[in-house]
């Protein structure tokens, strides 16, 4: 468990101000009661550590105050701009969760970059928005706690789960979202469910997934239009929206050069907080897929928890 040392708490009355350090802050679900950044949006609470503000200092040639920078908390520990959105920091009942990293800075225009002489809360200052309300002062100690990112990999098949041959592309799921979350950074768990094409058993799985707030759930096999395909029937009946596109896109780029390809009836979709893909039994065509959706897939989990990564 790492740990963020609070330095200082601070608050500015207007936007695009110095903010000034306090005693202490009081945080809301608007975010620090008071505070000109408050409100329903998603960068309540700004963060900046000291180790951001060293390199400044060394930079600009002189000492910068805690708040010059407009941050509510200035903290000591962790290299907070190396954070990912999702990631939560804790105190007691205080919970934070990241946001956004950086911030487009206005430049000349901004009171702060006309008196620092420049900025660093673009590139390594981060948002957060109240998840549970509480007050803050300086000399506490966050907890910082990393978004591991659950993903559930369910395999059809009568046969593979029969033993009569090896399930290969449910591990290939796998390996695929393994390789996913390690070039992003991320931590995850990722289970494996192997079962026969028992449309009532893929039914309690993916009731489970929901209930229990899975990121992410892939299945394979049983997508085509022969008697025992059901799975995209059995999604499609569980999934509050739809996400067409990503499987129609697809189905044209590689249908174009092998027209089997279009019989596919994969879908995907919101269940819940969880995103859903059905992908075919073939370890070639989970290459395929995981391929496109691997492009879109953190900024889909981003989408879903209201946040916008563009």
């Known amino acids: 468990m790492q740990h963020v040392q609070i330095n200082s708490v601070n608050i500015s009355i207007e936007k695009g101000t110095i903010k000034k350090p306090v005693d202490q802050i009081e945080l809301t ?6 505070d000109a950044h408050a409100g329903t949006w998603n960068r309540q609470v700004s963060l900046l550590g000291t180790e951001s503000i060293i390199k400044f200092e060394q930079e600009a040639g002189r000492k910068v105050a805690c708040g010059e920078f407009a941050e509510n908390i200035t903290t000591t520990g962790i290299d907070l701009w190396l954070t990912h959105p999702l990631d939560r920091f ?31 809360m673009p590139k390594e200052g981060i948002f957060c928005r109240v998840v549970s309300p509480g007050t803050l002062s300086a000399g506490m100690e966050l907890e910082y706690h990393p978004k591991v990112f659950r993903a559930l990999v369910i395999t059809l098949s009568d046969r593979a789960s029969s033993g009569e041959y090896e399930d290969v592309s449910g591990p290939r799921i796998t390996e695929l979202l393994e390789t996913h979350f390690k070039i992003t950074n991320s931590q995850s768990l990722i289970i494996n469910r192997l079962i026969p094409d028992d449309s009532h058993r893929l039914e309690e799985l993916l009731h489970k997934a929901k209930e ?18 059901f799975t995209p029937d059995v999604v499609k009946s569980l999934l509050d929206k739809e996400i067409p596109g990503i499987m129609e896109m697809i189905r044209m780029k590689y249908g174009a050069e092998k027209p089997a390809a279009l019989t596919s009836r994969s879908v995907a979709g919101v269940m819940g907080k969880s995103l859903v893909f059905t992908l075919p039994g073939s370890v070639r065509a989970v290459n395929e897929y995981m391929a496109e959706i691997s492009k879109s897939l953190m900024h889909l989990v981003y989408m879903l928890h209201g946040l916008d990564t563009h």
């Not at 679900?29 to 008071?34: A, I």
């Not at 899975?214 to 394979?220: A, C, H, L, Q, Y």
């Open 29 to 34: 679900h608007y975010g620090v009661s008071g």
């Open 90 to 120: 804790t105190v007691g009942e205080i919970e934070l969760e990241v946001t956004q990293i950086g911030k487009e800075c206005h430049g000349t225009s901004c009171a702060i970059f006309k008196e620092v002489g420049n900025c660093v």
């Open 212 to 229: 229990e707030l899975v990121d992410i759930v892939i299945t394979t096999g049983g997508t085509g239009i022969g008697p025992r395909d």
